[in-house]
């Protein structure tokens, strides 16, 4: 959804708008100070460290259906509310995995504001502070829209190249020449997946790409589309950036190893590095 019509429906009692900004620790950057500080009028805060499993030892996996739902009726959305989610990072980093988690919780209508809120004020759209009135929703968790891959799919998908496994985290996290952000966990890759890094699906003012290009980033990254494709990233949050990418291509047969990168490399499974095969 673009900013203008986003501006044109606010205050629309059936469009529910939820800031997802989410922020790796060292950034530097608090998402739930920075909402509190400005936000969308009338937005909630989705917060992804807490919309999680809590007795997972992994950051964001997903949470049991009914903590979703008790989390999003909390939020104020309903069964029939159009979702707008957003975030501040300028490149669409977390929003798409609210997007996917409505998806994966079978709520269809749920779109992502292009540019979040940076678009927003860039154009000169309101913005207010503080924490909004919510009235509780009637929101009802239903039958996947996505699907999800464990890593022993993961890999049994690679040894038989039966689904095209892509790693959105950074091109230099991906070969291993760059640390992980999470400590004690090695870089590098799973042997045999891609490499397109979820910030090259945005352009310069963190929209995103037509749709034709994003086929094209796709293609360069070594993507043909006739076979399933499994995103991957650090912890499931930048890997639903290539999912929506996909969506928006129409490309069906995709999934979300949710456990990603920290799993993976926190069971020593195989590790390569350097750079992407062709």
């Not at 678009?119 to 000169?124: C, K, L, N, T």
């Not at 039966?162 to 590098?188: F, H, I, K, N, Q």
């Amino acid at each position: 959804m673009s900013t203008a019509e986003l501006a044109a429906r606010l205050g629309d009692p059936g469009v529910v708008v939820l800031d997802a900004s989410w922020y790796m620790p060292q950034s530097g950057r608090d998402a739930r100070a920075e909402f509190e500080a400005a936000h969308l009028p009338g937005a909630r805060f989705f917060d992804l460290d807490q919309v999680s499993d809590p007795s997972s030892p992994l950051p964001h996996m997903l949470p049991t259906p009914a903590a979703f739902e008790a989390a999003m009726r909390a939020l104020g959305v309903g069964r029939a509310s159009l979702v707008v989610v957003y975030d501040g990072s300028g490149t669409n980093m977390s929003a798409p995995r609210a997007w996917w988690m409505f998806r994966y919780f079978g709520h269809a209508a749920v779109t992502v504001l292009d540019g979040g809120s940076r678009a927003w004020q860039r154009e000169g759209h309101p913005m207010e502070r503080g924490e909004p009135t919510v009235r509780p929703g009637d929101f009802t968790a239903g039958p996947s829209l996505e699907a999800v891959r464990t890593a022993e799919q993961v890999g049994d998908a690679l040894a038989a190249g039966s689904a095209e496994v892509v790693d959105a985290r950074s091109a230099g996290r991906y070969r291993g020449a760059d640390p992980e952000p999470r400590a004690g966990l090695a870089s590098g890759h799973m042997p045999g997946a891609l490499n397109l890094p979820y910030a090259e699906l945005v352009d310069a003012n963190g929209l995103a790409l037509p749709p034709e290009a994003v086929r094209e980033r796709l293609a360069g990254a070594g993507l043909s589309l006739k076979a399933p494709v499994i995103a991957s990233c650090g912890s499931g949050v930048t890997a639903c950036v290539l999912l929506h990418a996909l969506a928006r291509v129409g490309h069906d047969g995709r999934a979300l190893y949710d456990g990603s990168w920290t799993e993976w490399a926190s069971r020593q499974l195989p590790i390569a590095t350097g750079a992407a095969p062709r």
